[in-house]
């Protein structure tokens, strides 16, 4: 019972010395309902407010900015932390993150139509980690990842990789096809090495392949509004 009500979503995080696929969420349904319970409640904050005067104050609410009256940088739904910001694509929402985690956003609209991912409740997603180089050149940390991910999953295919600059920094990014649980995904993962820390930023998207195409766009742009504040 509790197989079925795991939901795998495949996001590459650096452990120890290895770089491993693997963080298991429990909450998709849990975030659904409470995605219900704060419509709902904002809808009477929304009927209360639309009798009383209000101001343009702005609101942050789960990280991600709000408000009556937009600055330039709150024009888009995004996730702000004290480390990055990254712009949301439209209809996604910030939703807690698992332990090792930076930040998670989902496809709240999506309706999935493939019936193993329907199964696992799958929503496609995007996911921020960071990792240390511990003194690896950026190819060298690609490489030892792709070795440690085929090692973990041997189907994996490396469809297209390519060179990026996010935001000035040093980037790469890297397709792969998959299969895991019967759901055959599609996954984008860009990376962006911060020269000052020695780190490098992981930002991964995930999608079941039939819906690559639909998304593929949305994903490119998503990356390349990463920004890190430090």
């Keep these: 019972m509790k197989n079925k009500k795991i939901i795998i979503v495949l996001a590459i995080i650096g452990v120890i010395l290895a770089v491993l696929i693997g963080v298991y969420f429990l909450f998709f349904q849990k975030t659904a309902q409470l995605n219900l319970n704060n419509t709902a409640e904002e809808t009477a904050d929304n009927a209360t407010e639309n009798q009383t005067p209000t101001t343009n104050q702005g609101k942050t609410e789960n990280g991600i900015v709000t408000d009556n ?3 330039p940088e709150q024009s888009q739904n995004k996730i702000i932390t004290d480390d990055f910001s990254i712009n949301l ?6 939703t807690e993150a698992a332990a090792g985690v930076s930040a998670m ?6 309706i999935i139509k493939d019936s193993a991912a329907q199964k696992i409740n799958f929503k496609s ?3 921020v980690v960071f990792d240390a180089l511990q003194g690896k050149t950026l190819d060298e940390y690609l490489q030892n990842l792709k070795n440690s991910l085929l090692q973990t999953i041997p ?3 490396f469809t297209k990789e390519q060179d990026m600059t996010i935001s000035g920094k040093l980037g790469h990014a890297m397709e ?3 299969s895991q649980q019967g759901v055959n995904f599609k996954i984008l993962t860009v990376f962006v090495k ?3 820390e020695e780190n490098v930023w992981i930002i991964t ?8 195409d639909g998304y593929k766009e949305s994903f490119y742009n998503t990356a390349n509004s990463f920004v890190l504040k430090k």
Excluded: R
Excluded at 89 to 94: N, R, T, V, Y
Excluded at 205 to 212: D, G
């Design 69 to 71: 009256q937009p600055s």
């Design 89 to 94: 694509p439209p209809g996604w929402s910030k």
């Design 105 to 110: 956003a989902f496809d709240t609209n999506e």
């Design 125 to 127: 997603y995007l996911a």
């Design 155 to 157: 189907n994996t295919v």
């Design 176 to 178: 792969v096809e998959l």
């Design 194 to 196: 911060d020269e000052k």
């Design 205 to 212: 998207f995930n999608t079941i392949k039939s819906s690559w």
